[in-house]
């Protein structure tokens, strides 16, 4: 397991993930269950438990997703907003969908229902995302509802799509963390 990996990349990241939390961000939902997991497994592991296959896969995945969604943030952040917290703030909730939209991309992938016209459209809203953040546009967060839309009628109803987020919630559930 990568625990020394973790930590250094953790605390070379503490200030963000510590300001957005202190904001109140939607943002920092994205990593404050997952950040529970990691930490109580890496707990585990430092008092010499011993740690389960499950686990230790659970700690594999999580850092992996951790560092996609923070280092996809950071660009949002300090390349498109200036590393302005104040737009930060402005644009918390278009930011986090972007990273949402990753997730459930990602999630339809490996699940095998993005086909090529799928991908245009995953394409399409992240592209507006990017431009509405690049460019620093207003934008309604009704916005969002027609995302949902466009996604909908391209995909489909897939009840069985559960996030990356979702299984670390259901992980906290079961580890009564």
Known sequence: MNVTDYQ???QANAQLLQTIEQMNLLLAQRFVDL???LDYIVTLYEGKSA???DLEV???VGFVFFFQQLEDLKIFFEDYLSSDYQLLKKYDLFIHYGLY???VYQVLQDKGY???EQKKVFLHIHTQIEDILKEKKEADESLLDTFN???ELSVGETKD???TLEIYEQIIEELAL
């Open 35 to 37: 950040t529970k997991v």
């Open 114 to 116: 993005i086909k090529e």
């Open 149 to 151: 839309l466009q996604l």
């Open 101 to 103: 939209l990753d997730d």
């Open 161 to 163: 799509v559960v996030t």
């Open 58 to 60: 659970i700690f594999e």
């Open 8 to 10: 250094k990349y953790y």
């Open 51 to 53: 740690i389960e296959e």
